[in-house]
Each structure stands twice: as C-alpha cells, then as structure tokens.
C-alpha cells in the first residue's frame, strides 16, 4: 500500500453529487418569497403531467398495457401470466413510488426523529397482494387484469417469496416493517440483499432433505429500485495504528476495500400514504478488476477481486438458532459490510441536517435485532473518534444513547460469539475499540464508574461479564457488547424477557439497574396473516363487526365484538364453512403441486416452523406413531368411532444440522407407511410438506383446526406461528412456553391445550437426566416402545435412526421423556374436544376475537414509544 488514506474519507459517498441532492431527492432552492423554486421549465406543467395513483379500472388497464409495451418490451397478444404478473408488478409498484416520493421529501422536510431497523434478515414473502391491499387498489386490480382477460389470483401466483431470511426473526422484520408504515412512523429497515435466499428444499425419496439454491432475482424483482447513487466504500484487513497524541484515534487503512451499493425496496403502510424505505446492500468490487493482470493476459486473476467482493452478500446462511457458523469469516465481512455501511448512510442523512453530532440520540434511534449487527457499537465509536475526533467518554455516551437490543434466545448454542485473533485479522481497528471498551475503568461500562467499588475483588464475576471469554481461542462474547453498548434491551415475551433478566443477562441487571431491561411481546400482521390469507373469513368479520375492514385491521381489539356471536348458531355454521374451505383449498394446492390427495373431512393438526430440537418436531412425529399403533390394536368396530386426522409437518434444518435432517427422514418414511396402510389410512394420514415458506404459510394457516407449539419450557423465545393460528380460529396445543402463555391468558385457558413441565422443572429435570437416568422402559413405557420400534426398522432402515433415538435415550436434553405421556394426554383431549363441533367451533370463534393483543401494530408502537422516542409523521403530498 503506498498511498496514505484519511481516515476522515472513509464512509463517504464515493460519487461526487453535482446538484444540491439530500439522500432521498432533490431540494430545490426557495424563490424571492421562500417558496421552492422549480430548477426548469413550468411549474404547472410539471404537474400537469405528473403521474398520479390510479383511481379506477380503466387507469389500471392502461398502465398495465402501457408497461407490456414499454417495460417488457412485449407484444399484447403475447402475454402470459407471468408476463400480465410483470406488468401488474410494474403499475402497481407506480403506485407504491408516488407515495414513496412524497414519503421521504416529508422526511427530508420535517426532519423528525427516525428509526433504523438493522435485521440481517427479512422474510417477506410475495409483495404484490400486499402493495395493492395497503394501496387500497385491490378491487381494482382484479377487475383490470380480468378485463385484459387474466384471473388475479393466477397473477398472484406467479410471482416468487423473496426469502430472505430463515424464519420467525426475519419474518417479525416483515411484519415490523409493515406496522411501522401502517402507523405512519418514520421507521427504515436495513439489510442485505443476498443473491441468493434461503435454500430451496427438496426431499429425496429417501426422505432425506436436499438444498438446492433460490435464485429469487432470476425474474428479476420489481420491487426494488438500484440507486446507483447511493454507494459507500467499506474497509476489511489492513492495520490499524493508533495515533501517539493521547487521544486514542487511530488510522485504519490498507486490506480491501468494497463497495456497498443501495437497492430500495418500498414498504407501504396499510390505509395510509406513508411508504416507509428497506435498504438493502449489495457488495460490488471497487474496481472491476485489476487492469494488470488484465493486460497481462491473467484473466482469472483479473476477476479474482471482483469475485470475493460480490461472494459477500452474495449468500444467506441457513442457520437458525443454531450456530454451524461460528468461525466463518464470510459471515462476519457479512455483518460489517451491512452494519458499516447503513451507518456511513444514516450519518449522512444525520449530517445533512447541520446538527451537532451530541444530537444524534436526538435525531436517530438504532434497532439491533439480536446480536448480528453489533458490531454497529464499535463502527460507530470508530467513526465518531477516528473520523469525527470525539473524546472517547463523549462518542460513548452517544453510542449508548443510539442503540438499542432485541435479544432473541437464550439457547446457550445460539448466542454469537466470534474469535478475537480473526475480528483482528478482518477488522483490526475493532478490536481495538472493544478491547478499549473492556480494559475503560478496567471494567465493563462506563455507565457505573464504580463497579470496582460494588464488586470489590469478584472476579468470577468480572470474567462472567467480560466482552472476552477466555479460551483457545479467545471470543468475544457479541450479546455483552450488545448489552453495554445499548440504551435498553428488550427480549420478545413475558417469559423470555424474565428468563433473559435472570439466566444470561442477570449480571447486567445487577449492574445497571433492571430499568434498561424490558419486555416487546412479538406480533404478526393482521393484514397479511387474516386479510390476505384468508380473504373469506375477513369478510365475514366485517360483516360481523359492521365494521369495514380498514378499521378493525387497524385496531384488532375490535375482534373482540366478536364474542357474543359464537353463541349464535348461524354465525357458527358461517365460520365453520369458511374452515372446511380453507381446508379444500390447502387439499387443492398440494393436489395440484404434489399430486397427492388430501381428505378433508379430518382435522388437520399442523406443526410448520423450522427443524429444531428445541422445537420438539420429533416429540410429534413419535406421537404420531404412537396414534398409529393405538389404531392398530383397535378392532374395526372401535376405529369407527375414532376422528380421522391429517398430520402436516414442514419446515426447512439446517444444512449441517444432523439431527434435525434425520428428524425429517423418520417423518417422511412414517408418512410413507401410515398412509399406506389400509387399516389406519381412513383415520390416521401424514404429510410432510416440502419447502416451507410464507407462501406455503398462507395457505396451510386458514386450514388448520389445530396447530403444535411444543418446544421445551423455556427454550422459544416467543414464536409467532402460534399468532398466526390463533387469529386464523386454529386452536393452539403447546406447552407453556414463549407467547404461548400470553396467548393463553387473552383467549382463556379453556381455549388452549397446554402440557409438558413448566420452565423452572427443566433445570432439575436435566440434572435428574445426567445423575439419575432412569431407563426409558421404566419412566414412559409408551415412549420405549414407539423408540423400540423404530428401531427395529418398522419404518425403513432402523439403524439411520439411531443418533436420533439416542438423544432422547440418552441426555435427553430436550426432555422428551418427562413430556411424552402428558403430550399423549393433550391429543386424546384434542380428541375428545374436537367430537362437540358446536364447542370447538365457540372455542375457535373465542380464539380469534381475543387475538387483539398479538397484532404487530401494537409491538411497533411500544418499541416507538417506550424505547426509540418516534412519534408519527404524516405525509405531505408533493
Ligand atoms: C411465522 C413464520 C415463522 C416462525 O414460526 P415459529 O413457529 O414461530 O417458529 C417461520 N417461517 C415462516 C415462513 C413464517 O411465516
């Protein structure tokens, strides 16, 4: 390296801007009596000719051909589906960019306090039913596309999931995102965009799953806008020397650098004009490739560069509360290049309004959600001391009045950590910082100047708080710096939040004060998870209330008129219908995509969400052969009497992780004999449902009678699938864990169907399990002989079962054990209930009308008010 780079030009936009641009469009200058002047040409025609929302069909159809013509470049007799998709997609996203405009010139003008959700992933699912729900466009659409001779649901249908995220925590992104529009608050999202979305899945005949990858971009994406103006230089490697003046700055300079690039996607609030803004970086090369190599001849050399800079965001990693990928240093450039570069964007924006940096609390609140994006803490401190030349005590006090932290788990496997010789050798400069923020009053925080004095001489205590733990190799520990480096943090339900201030975080409640640690119960929202995927049931809801939907979908209390009508026997049989064809339609779609036939006339019990232990798929699927056995040892009399069920599972492991793919086998091979059988078919049938998504989501949802949420007390933080049920009237069968218990507590205990130990058995139990074991055979004779015969091979092979089987029969862990029989007791109540249909339908009824609590709209509003400081903006037109 032989130029010397200021460290003051890092984090700046690379492209010179000719005209006066702020991020989000243009200022114009103000005239002699202050009003903006137009840079050229009239005014009045300016807006004469302004494209406006569509109003009626007739706009629809006109925009939608003008698009074929020009956007596509198509023929109108040419058009198919995915061709009237595109076109529909390109008009509606017209739309979606009209209020966008004046969404963020409002911004810009009012310049509000905002905040900036950093979310490594967001699982949005399709985008277009959505755009044009929250436009308030969706009649006019579809009577549109059918005047040019298409179905809007076929439309809809083509477009693909942009997923890219793994499960609930990306998921929650998309619904925050959607509330956050929908209450008009100045909220923007940060991620990345990868090239590829979480893996497809496919299962092998074997019933082994298989990854192939999603190139979700391969249609191209409509929703997104390139703004090839918007770019950041990002540093990786180099050194890091401190400079000798006291003042502990330091230039980091050499290594690689890369260029982020943003992509913006439009979030439209529902029933409001605000079209709040998700970011998404792209890692390009700097240089396109090295013009040396190039004229050398050395063509692959050339490109080498280029190619590790896009492999950045070129991948999401599948993982899931479990950590395949600690110590992979693609993942951490991942998190820097994200977190650098929304910081350089947001501090920008901030710089722009000609504030001093002390303001930036004032001005900017920083979401983390969960640790992926803390390295934003030290970024931060970096830029303000080495760039900004703030004393380290200042640059703290606006760091920790920034941030903010979600924690998501309190699974010990899940909690990140990196080793400290490789965030030296990729960030040099950070681990300085972190080391300076450990080695600050030779303690953890600044925020309690005497810690010494608290805890004289407790070192156990000084190494269990520590950002370091010790080791081979040291790690630091990404949750603790979260922690010091946040104004508060919150976990994501009652219990967990509980468990968070008493099991991992307990020191740091001891020390600064129980204040800074608070709870944000989860939400879904209703608009996706009711509305659009169960369009039948809303209307019958409106109709109910009196209500038009755009008001009880903004205030889902409202559900609560619904009460008094489960005792109204017409009403009922309105709700059942719409179940039994949520049903057919379910049946419908995996007819046409699987070419299997589902009966209806059974209830279906569904446990959809990704593979995991801690999630307890396998607690099921034994259950399942347990059901299995029973009805086989029942005389032909005797079945008569039994309901018939439809099992469905779906969810996608982890590539890595074993176990849960081998969890994934047993359920297929189950599944292939059960429903082969000829004895149990009629009573008793199986599906795994491969490659689950939120698509897929929609639809099983609104079908289900009854959904499982039956991991261990204590291990799910929240879980939001359950919501999602329960608004759509699925009754719930869990154990008394994550938002379970607060679901319980809206709809009533009677409506739920809980078992399993409570939370503060399973450290005992676990012990029990390590000091005590008890053969199975003793403790749950049930259990031993389901596990026996699947070892010997009833379903396939038994020996592939083996690691499976051996983890409950030996640590058990999980604590499938203790739970089984009384899980086999909640499915016989399942049962029983499920026989007085006019009950079950009342409890289905009761379960949606006391939904209102889990809608996201009232999540995102306790994150603006209770921790952020935001307030609402509404929008000016242009
Ligand atoms: C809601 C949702 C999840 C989260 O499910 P949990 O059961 O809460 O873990 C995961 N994936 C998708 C596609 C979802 O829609």
């Known amino acids: 390296m032989t130029s010397t780079i200021d460290p003051k030009s890092i984090g700046k936009p690379v492209r010179p801007r000719r005209h006066v641009r702020t991020l989000t469009g243009y200022t114009p200058e103000k005239d002699a009596s202050g009003r903006d002047k137009w840079p050229r040409g009239e005014e009045k025609v300016w807006k004469e000719s302004m494209r406006t929302l569509d109003k009626d069909v007739n706009d629809v159809t006109k925009s939608m051909v003008t698009h074929v013509q020009t956007s596509l470049a198509r023929q109108p007799y040419n058009i198919d589906n995915l061709g009237a998709y595109q076109a529909a997609a390109h008009s509606a996203r017209d739309n979606l960019l009209i209020n966008w405009n004046d969404t963020q010139m409002t911004y810009t003008r009012k310049a509000p306090k905002r905040a900036y959700y950093l979310s490594l992933e967001f699982l949005m699912g399709r985008t277009l039913d959505n755009a044009l729900l929250n436009l308030g466009l969706k009649d006019q659409y579809k009577d549109g596309v059918k005047k040019l001779g298409f179905s809007i649901e076929d439309i809809l249908d083509q477009e693909r999931d942009a997923a890219l995220g793994n499960g609930g925590l990306g998921r929650l992104a998309a619904c925050y995102l959607d509330s956050s529009a929908s209450q008009e608050l100045p909220v923007w999202g940060y991620g990345l965009r990868y090239k590829y979305g979480i893996f497809q899945q496919l299962i092998s005949p074997a019933g082994d799953q298989l990854e192939a990858p999603d190139p979700w971009l391969d249609n191209q994406n409509p929703w997104e806008l390139p703004r090839l103006d918007v770019t950041y230089e990002v540093r990786f490697y180099g050194h890091a020397d401190r400079l000798d003046d006291g003042t502990g700055r330091a230039i980091w300079q050499g290594g690689q650098e890369v260029l982020a690039q943003a992509y913006d996607v439009m979030i439209p609030g529902y029933g409001t004009q605000t079209t709040n803004n998700l970011r998404l970086w792209e890692s390009k090369p700097k240089r396109g490739f090295d013009l040396n190599s190039f004229n050398a001849g050395n063509y692959e050399g050339a490109v080498e560069s280029s190619n590790s800079a896009a492999a950045i965001t070129s991948v999401l990693y599948p993982n899931d509360h479990t950590n395949f990928t600690v110590g992979k240093e693609l993942r951490l450039k991942q998190q820097y290049f994200w977190t650098a570069a929304s910081l350089a964007d947001i501090l920008r924006r901030f710089k722009n309004l000609g504030k001093p940096m002390n303001e930036l609390p004032d001005y900017v609140a920083i979401q983390l959600n969960d640790t992926h994006p803390t390295l934003a803490i030290p970024e931060l401190m970096r830029i303000l001391i080495d760039e900004e030349d703030l004393r380290w005590d200042h640059a703290w006090s606006i760091v920790t009045n920034v941030f903010f932290y979600t924690n998501h788990t309190v699974l010990p496997e899940a909690l990140e950590k990196w080793p400290v010789p490789m965030i030296e050798h990729v960030l040099p400069r950070h681990m300085q910082i972190i080391y300076d923020i450990r080695t600050t009053d030779d303690a953890i925080s600044l925020a309690d100047s005497s810690f010494k004095k608290k805890y004289p001489g407790d070192r156990d205590r000084l190494a269990r708080m520590s950002l370091i733990e010790e080791g081979m190799p040291k790690q630091?520990?990404?949750?603790?710096?979260?922690?010091?480096?946040?104004?508060?943090?919150?976990?994501?339900?009652?219990?967990?939040?509980?468990?968070?201030?008493?099991?991992?975080?307990?020191?740091?409640?001891?020390?600064?004060?129980?204040?800074?640690?608070?709870?944000?119960?989860?939400?879904?929202?209703?608009?996706?998870?009711?509305?659009?995927?169960?369009?039948?049931?809303?209307?019958?809801?409106?109709?109910?209330?009196?209500?038009?939907?755009?008001?009880?979908?903004?205030?889902?209390?409202?559900?609560?008129?619904?009460?008094?009508?489960?005792?109204?026997?017409a009403f009922r049989k309105e709700w059942a219908a719409i179940k039994q064809r949520n049903k057919e339609r379910l049946a419908n779609y995996v007819q046409t995509t699987l070419g299997l036939t589902i009966r209806t006339d059974a209830m279906f019990d569904v446990q959809i969400k990704r593979i995991h232990e801690y999630k307890r798929q396998t607690l099921n699927i034994l259950g399942v052969i347990h059901r299995y056995f029973t009805l086989k040892n029942m005389s032909a009399v005797e079945r008569k009497k039994v309901n018939p069920r439809v099992v469905f599972f779906a969810g996608k492991a982890a590539p890595a992780y074993f176990i849960a793919k081998l969890t994934i086998r047993l359920i297929v091979n189950v599944a292939r004999v059960i429903n082969a059988d000829p004895d149990t078919k009629d009573y008793l049938q199986l599906y795994f449902l491969p490659d689950y998504s939120v698509s897929l989501a929609e639809v099983l949802i609104p079908a289900s009678d009854i959904s499982q949420h039956i991991s261990t007390a204590g291990t799910e933080a929240s879980g939001t699938s359950n919501m999602k049920f329960c608004l759509n009237g699925g009754l719930l069968l869990g154990t008394v864990d994550g938002a379970n218990i607060e679901i319980a507590e809206e709809v009533g205990e009677s409506n739920v169907f809980f078992f399993g130990h409570l939370t503060p058995a399973v450290e005992d139990l676990r012990y029990q399990h390590l000091y005590h074991p008890v053969p199975i055979e003793q403790k749950c004779p049930a259990l031993a002989h389901v596990i026996n015969q699947v070892s010997a091979g009833v379903f396939g092979d038994g020996g592939v079962y083996e690691p499976l089987l051996n983890t409950i029969r030996q640590s058990d862990y999980y604590l499938l054990t203790d739970d089984f029989d009384s899980y086999i007791a909640a499915l016989a109540m399942v049962d029983e209930a499920y026989l007085d249909k006019d009950e079950w339908v009342k409890k289905s009824i009761r379960t949606t009308a006391k939904m209102g609590k889990f809608s996201s709209d009232r999540a995102i509003v306790e994150y603006a008010e209770s921790y952020w400081n935001i307030e609402p903006v509404t929008i000016q037109k242009s």
Request: charged share 25%.
């Open 476 to 569: 630091v520990r990404m949750a603790h710096l979260a922690v010091i480096g946040s104004r508060k943090v919150n976990g994501v339900a009652e219990l967990h939040s509980d468990l968070v201030r008493t099991t991992i975080l307990k020191d740091f409640v001891d020390f600064e004060g129980v204040s800074k640690f608070g709870n944000v119960t989860n939400g879904i929202t209703p608009r996706r998870w009711l509305d659009q995927c169960n369009p039948e049931l809303s209307a019958l809801i409106s109709k109910t209330l009196k209500l038009d939907k755009s008001v009880w979908l903004k205030d889902l209390f409202k559900l609560e008129g619904l009460l008094p009508f489960a005792e109204d026997a």
